[in-house]
């Protein structure tokens, strides 16, 4: 059925409101005690009539079309007289209020653009941040549909609880949760009043209950393995042996509470590759360029231990390689410090080589990445930014500890912003191979900005460009050589294509 707004009954009952209300305003001012109040009274008289003059003055300077103009606020008046008279339905006038902020915002048609109730942006802080609260599991669905837990983080109250990657969810508290979306599951989860969480899980035919405790839990955003790749025979066979006896390398931190996980019985999981073994786990955030991080600008250092003897002669000329592998989730206020910490660590293992894999890496904190860069990358500017009147800035990377070991970085269409910031310095400063599919092509930072009641507004502010001044905004980043990914091959097309020129270039190093 079509909706009957009739336009012209609505303004007629809308100037009879106005008329009535400005009646009962004067009506007010007639009763009012001025013999008490006169003297203050006419001081704000006067006050309030110099901020209404200066007020009508600046909103009609506006023209027809803005947002702040006259005619915007009246329109937003007659609208809500609509609702608030004609609405059938209860409804929350903070949301309404919202809403309007929003809309102003969405009028940009900037995806990246986007306004945040103050407890909306709590959460997007306390993913920057690295820590969230929650029970430390990251939730998929599998080709039924079921809710899937895709990977348990190691110490978190999920882990302790006994869930397992594998595990299908039946029910959350109570509710069934076997139509429910990844997305609505982790809401329920995270939106809870009671901070005991109750799974129900479906395990190998077994109905299991698992009670937890919510709490902080410390996402990780970059770990890695050392693979051991023999030289000689099939490299294909080599990496799927290599990585089913890879060494995992545990932060301080985590050596305590590390244990083995299930095997996950994701369909996603048909290839053999690190990424979806490998623990680490997604969290979104947003481009602040603002946002303070730091890294151990010595992790690179030189480790003494015993491990440190595959860097020898005898080491040269033995039939294996022993490659670093980090994966790179996400850039957030906790990335240097578990990037540095993991390069540190594959280094003690006589690290020959290293893969960085972005594949899928939506970015993050700027000064997170360049933090990262830091690392390993020699001293000089990573990324280059332009603001609209044209000033340009530029992020350096400390260069206290630059590598010359042969890099690979894996990248994909699903890496972005931050992602290609960080490829597009290893690939301008020819400090590794680039191997993938072209990125996303985001080009474009954004800053946020506190309200007074707390709320953000997080908006577009600059153009970034790579350090030879590439702009790669709706193009996306090439690699050097490009290798599709084949989700139906035995073993991860990309990540053997980056062992074969890993095991080719320590060949040539050696001699």
């Not at 799927?240 to 301080?252: G, R, T």
Request: charged share 25%.
């Amino acid at each position: 059925m079509e909706e009957d707004i009739r336009p012209e009954e609505n303004t007629e009952d809308l100037q009879e409101d106005t008329v009535s209300r400005v009646e009962n305003w004067k009506q007010a001012l007639r009763e009012f005690p001025w013999y008490i109040y006169f003297g203050g009274a006419v001081t704000g008289i006067l006050a309030a009539a110099m901020i209404l003059m200066i007020y009508i003055s600046a909103t009609a300077s506006q023209g027809a079309g803005s947002p702040f103009s006259l005619g915007a606020f009246a329109k937003i008046w007659q609208v809500e007289r609509i609702i608030r008279t004609t609405y059938v339905e209860d409804y929350d006038e903070q949301k309404l209020t919202d809403g309007l902020y929003e809309g102003l915002v969405a009028g940009l048609e900037d995806p990246y653009a986007d306004y945040y109730t103050a407890e909306e942006y709590e959460e997007v802080r306390r993913s920057q941040s690295g820590k969230t609260q929650g029970i430390g599991i990251r939730i998929t669905q599998n080709s039924e549909g079921q809710l899937l837990v895709d990977s348990v983080i190691a110490g978190s109250p999920a882990k302790e609880a006994g869930v397992l990657a594998g595990d299908i969810i039946k029910t959350i508290n109570g509710t069934d949760a076997l139509e429910m979306t990844a997305e609505e599951a982790a809401a329920l989860i995270r939106g809870s009043e009671s901070d005991t969480i109750t799974l129900t899980v479906l395990r190998e035919g077994e109905e299991i209950e698992l009670s937890m405790t919510r709490g902080e839990i410390k996402t990780t955003s970059a770990a890695g393995v050392l693979l051991t790749v023999k030289r000689s025979g099939d490299v294909k066979e080599n990496l799927i042996s290599a990585i089913e006896s890879a060494e995992e390398i545990l932060l301080e931190d985590e050596e305590d509470a590390a244990a083995t996980e299930a095997e996950s019985s994701s369909d996603s999981d048909k290839n053999t590759g690190i990424a979806s073994d490998s623990k680490v786990t997604e969290s979104s955030s947003s481009d602040d360029a603002s946002a303070e991080s730091s890294a151990d600008d010595d992790s690179a250092g030189n480790s003494t231990d015993d491990a440190s003897a595959g860097n020898s002669a005898d080491d040269a000329n033995r039939d294996t390689v022993r490659i670093g592998y980090i994966q790179i989730a996400s850039f957030n206020s906790l990335t240097p410090e578990q990037f540095a910490g993991t390069w540190e660590g594959l280094q003690a293992k006589g690290m020959e080589a290293v893969i960085i894999d972005l594949r899928d890496n939506p970015g993050g904190l700027v000064a997170s990445c360049v933090d990262t860069l830091s690392v390993f990358m020699p001293e000089g500017p990573v990324v280059y930014e332009k603001d609209r009147d044209g000033n340009e800035y530029h992020r350096d990377s400390t260069g206290s500890s630059p590598t010359d070991l042969p890099l690979v970085l894996l990248v994909n269409k699903g890496s972005a912003s931050a992602s290609e910031i960080f490829a597009g310095a290893v690939q301008d400063y020819e400090v590794g191979t680039i191997v993938g599919t072209t990125t996303y092509g985001k080009g474009v930072e954004q800053n946020s900005y506190t309200l007074r009641d707390g709320s953000v507004v997080k908006l577009t502010t600059v153009h970034y460009y790579t350090p030879s001044r590439r702009d790669i905004n709706g193009t996306g980043l090439e690699p050097d050589e490009e290798v599709a990914y084949d989700p139906e091959a035995e073993v991860d097309t990309q990540l053997s294509r980056a062992v074969e020129l890993l095991m080719e270039k320590t060949a040539a190093a050696a001699g």
